[in-house]
């Protein structure tokens, strides 16, 4: 049995810790936060006093972490733990981050002699806790193929987007269109509320017709119209605001390095920038439904 070390257990890592446990692998876990690591030794992993001491026996090691600064800190450099591997380590960082610093880790960890994917993901907290996740991969086939087997315990669709950073540069035009679409349906969804239609008729005539698209589909910006999805929990869990800002940002500055026409995506940035500053930090992104609905 493969030992896997798993460094980050937020609201992503927690859920996707979990469920490589419930597939009965051997799974060693590390976070700064003691009650995630305390839940996830309830459900059968060891736990460990560093990462260090995580990765040291492990043959797969998995990180889910904030941002480009903290995956970094985590491999880079002289505290880094890319040198207290295994020498046949396969590591797989499935944080969001910039397409230049997945590359740049991906190729020390490579110029070490281990194998390296930037696996980003889709599909939210609800994936990660359902196990239907969207793994996004940069690196090479042999990385890529080690890979495959472990992240299907976590994910439902797996798909290898190109070389070291093709995963985050395809998660974030994702995402990106994601903003664009759901800024794009509260606003339909609200002007036929306000001339008097029923949003769940609605919704189900746009569902039929030329404008369907995911977020009609599965996750429903009004409140009342789906259940089980955060805009009927008062957007509670789910995608916060301030992680689409987030991946907004890095999705503008590769617009920028590329020389990429991206007007649309600059006004939802515009919009989801707004709307945090107005207090939905926390919120779900679905929750910009109430930017517009807010105001008559």
Known sequence: MQKIAF???????????????????????F?????AVEAACEKGAKSAASAHEAVAQADVIISMLPAAHH???LYLGEKGIIDHTQPHALIIDSSTIDSASATEVGKAVEAAGRHFVDAP?????????????TFIMGGTEEAVALARPVLAHMGKNIFHAGPLGAGQVAKICNNMLLAVLMAGTSEALQMAVDNGLDPKVISEIMLQSS??????????????????????????????????NKDLTLAMNAAAQSGSATPMASLAQSLYR???????DDKDFSSIFSMYSSKK
């Not at 993901?121 to 996740?133: D, K, M, W, Y």
């Open 71 to 73: 995956v970094k800190s």
């Open 274 to 280: 707004l709307h945090q500053s107005n207090g939905f």
């Open 121 to 133: 993901v889709s599909g939210g907290t609800a994936g990660a806790a359902a196990g239907t996740l």
């Open 211 to 244: 404008g369907s698209n995911w977020t009609l589909q599965k996750y429903n910006p009004c409140p009342g119209v789906m259940e089980n999805v955060p805009s009927s929990n008062d957007y509670k869990g789910g995608f916060m605001v301030k992680l689409m």
């Open 7 to 29: 460094i980050g257990l937020g609201n992503m890592g927690g859920p996707m810790a979990a469920n490589l446990l419930s597939a009965g692998c051997d799974v060693t876990v």
């Open 31 to 35: 976070d700064l936060v003691p009650a």
